[in-house]
């Protein structure tokens, strides 16, 4: 198992973490190595432009959402150089990037799923 799977495994559970991917894939938005976090996502809530963390066709990805269909429950996922991986359902969807090096991604308000408690999950864990 590699490092995004553990990650989704994580994030799924319910944990918001920070990690470094490697690749270059997602160049400007995230350069390899550079600290991300992910915190757990409602799926339906994804709009394109956003990067989550999500499988498709049995790989884990941290790349952009290139296009939406409420209709069947799902999302495009692909990454920033014009690559789609395809297609992948709202249950596949574990998390959206938080911030990239600290410094906080756009159009967050709403998405993240709430604690159990109630609760937003923090953007930043320590």
């Known amino acids: 198992m590699g490092l995004l799977d553990a990650m989704a495994r994580r994030v799924a559970a319910g944990e918001t973490v920070e990690f470094r991917p490697t690749g270059s ?52 996922i692909g990454n920033n150089r014009g690559r789609v991986n395809g297609w992948t359902s709202h249950g596949r969807v574990f998390g959206i990037c938080t911030a990239v090096e600290g410094a906080p991604r756009p159009r967050l308000d709403g998405k993240l799923r709430p604690r159990l408690d109630g609760e937003s999950r923090p953007i930043d864990m320590e």
């Open 25 to 76: 894939s997602m160049v400007p938005l995230i350069r390899s190595r550079q600290p991300v976090t992910v915190a757990p996502v409602e799926p339906a809530l994804v709009e394109p432009g956003d990067i989550v963390l999500a499988r498709v066709a049995g790989a884990v990805h941290l790349h952009l959402v290139t296009a939406v269909d409420h209709g069947r429950g799902r999302v495009q």
